[in-house]
């Protein structure tokens, strides 16, 4: 048993180092590499060299890439005579030209095929490539049906969103500034860039009446008393009128 363990590599030799006979480990070993199925290495060794080019490189290197495909190839299908193996050997070359054709969505379907035991007939491929194709149209319907409903309920779901802001909502309540009909993340004052540029100029207009009333105001009281004597007065009904102006508007401050 000892030769057949020093014949392996030694990563090999030690799966199967505890075998109790040399009869026992060749068994394991001939289920587990015997059977093995050289058909993958064959296709890709033929798209390898249908695929190969020169791209800069010497002759030489591109002659002794081929020769050493062409080499292994031959280990695989090795010449012969027998008519059966030819005919065996052609219908495989069908079925590798067939699968190489696909496009590249179907990458791994010719792996799928090629790692069977025994590599299907030639009707059989194609059976499997249709189905494989019904599967992918299916499946791109679904997809796209889920994609039309989501925006679909996207779309319903902003514009009642945008429904829910406009009119009178009284059984909404801002949390920050604690008026009804809207809450905190449409809150003008918290976020003045939500106001509508409309109520924006109107508020920039109130601003301005305001501000002329309170000038016109100071006037009158300068040429009725002294300055000093009406400034306290001044004061506290600038401060009145600051007030009014901000309860009946509903803001703070208006973003330039």
């Known amino acids: 048993m000892s030769w057949l363990l020093n014949s392996m590599e030694q990563k090999i030799a030690e799966i199967f180092c505890y075998s109790k006979s040399s009869l026992?480990?060749?068994?394991t070993f001939k289920e587990m590499y015997g059977n093995q199925n050289n058909v993958a290495r064959v296709f890709q060794l033929k798209q390898e060299i249908a695929n190969l080019q020169q791209e800069g490189k010497p002759f030489v290197q591109l002659l002794g890439d081929l020769k050493n495909k062409w080499n292994e190839l031959e280990v695989y299908r090795p010449h012969t005579m027998d008519a059966t193996v030819l005919l065996k050997i052609a219908e495989e070359d069908k079925k590798f030209q067939l699968l190489s054709s696909l496009d590249s969505t179907y990458e791994d379907l010719p792996s799928h095929i090629l790692m069977n035991s025994e590599l299907p007939s030639f009707t059989?491929?194609?059976a499997t490539i249709q189905r494989e194709e019904v599967r992918?149209?299916?499946?791109?319907?679904?997809?796209?049906?889920?994609?039309?409903?989501?925006r679909a309920y996207l779309s319903n779901h902003k514009h009642t969103e945008e429904k829910v802001y406009k009119g009178n909502r009284p059984d909404l309540k801002c949390s920050y500034c604690n008026n009804i009909s809207h809450v905190k993340k449409r809150c003008w004052i918290l976020h003045p860039e939500l106001k509508p540029l409309k109520f924006i100029k109107e508020i920039k207009a109130l601003r301005r009446n305001f501000i002329l009333q309170f000038l016109r105001l100071i006037m009158q009281r300068l040429q009725t008393m002294d300055f000093e004597a009406s400034l306290p007065i001044l004061l506290i009904l600038s401060m009145n009128l600051l007030l009014i102006f901000r309860k009946r508007n509903g803001v703070m401050t208006v973003k330039e």
């Open 24 to 27: 026992q480990l060749w068994e």
């Open 124 to 126: 059989s491929v194609c």
């Open 136 to 150: 992918r149209k299916v499946m791109n319907i679904e997809t796209k049906t889920n994609i039309y409903e989501t």
